[in-house]
DNA sequence: AGTGATTGACTACGTTTGTAGTCTTGGTGT
DNA sequence: ACACCAAGACTACAAACGTAGTCAATCACT
């Protein structure tokens, strides 16, 4: 029942993401730039994530490799839906509008939409 | 600079976006069902939504008018962008794509979708 | 005018989060 | 063999959150 994964806990995941197993170290080292975390923090972080079974260690002689549990896929998936579902009752088309607004979709964007959109169509049949 | 707005806000927020200027006591009757929040509750997540900025009061009498400061359209345009910076960055496609797959967008939904997207390729030009 | 209900202000309190620090133990290098 | 260091376990602690309770003022009614 993987609880809430928080902000801090996220940029922990995203490094584990792009790379796993990783040793505590080596991910306190992907995220020393980016937030400046002592080792300590990037650890309590860890062991949060393993608590709440979003990423799982195997033993590497006395230290901990840890692999995400969840795909950034699927959480990608969950954060995604509920963010439809809470702001748009789950529809994409609001979603989509939004962002346009906000970001100013590029024309290479609208046109892979356009794509994503045929395909959907196509499968939908 | 208005912070975060968190899960149990939102609801209050989401009343007040229904119906505004309403009462606390208001609030809370509308929330009732939903939350089964004592009154207290919904005054003191009033209270807290007042400090941060997203709600403003007006006084009537010996009760406070409680209204949005934030509408929910723009709400939902900063959160759908943080969703897909912190996922996709900032792509939509991608974001898209994964709606279609959790929710198996209706057809409906792809039509919607593929006229909202030649708006907007009509409004690039 | 007195009494009770209602309102906002303030306080409370356990939990979660962000951000570490201390303790214990087991390798490492000499 | 031993001193040291790095790893995880456990502890810390303030701020934010969820969910109320208490208090003082005030309005509504008898």
């Given at each position: 029942m993987s609880k809430q994964i928080t902000k801090a806990e996220f940029q922990v995941m995203d490094a584990l993401w792009a790379q796993s197993p990783l040793a505590a170290t080596d991910v306190a080292e992907r995220l020393a730039n980016d937030t400046g975390w002592s080792l300590k923090t990037v650890k309590t972080l860890l062991s949060r994530l393993v608590e709440k079974g979003a990423v799982s260690h195997t033993t590497e002689g006395r230290r901990f490799l840890y692999s995400p549990k969840v795909t950034r896929d699927s959480y990608?998936?969950?954060?995604?839906?509920?963010?439809?579902?809470?702001?748009?009752?789950?529809?994409?088309?609001?979603?989509?509008?939004?962002?346009?607004?906000?970001?100013?979709?590029?024309?290479?964007?609208?046109?892979e939409l356009a794509v994503l959109i045929e395909e959907l169509k196509r499968d939908s049949n």
């Open positions: 990608a998936r969950r954060a995604t839906q509920r963010l439809a579902d809470q702001l748009f009752e789950g529809r994409a088309a609001p979603l989509v509008a939004h962002l346009a607004e906000s970001k100013g979709l590029s024309k290479d964007d609208l046109q």
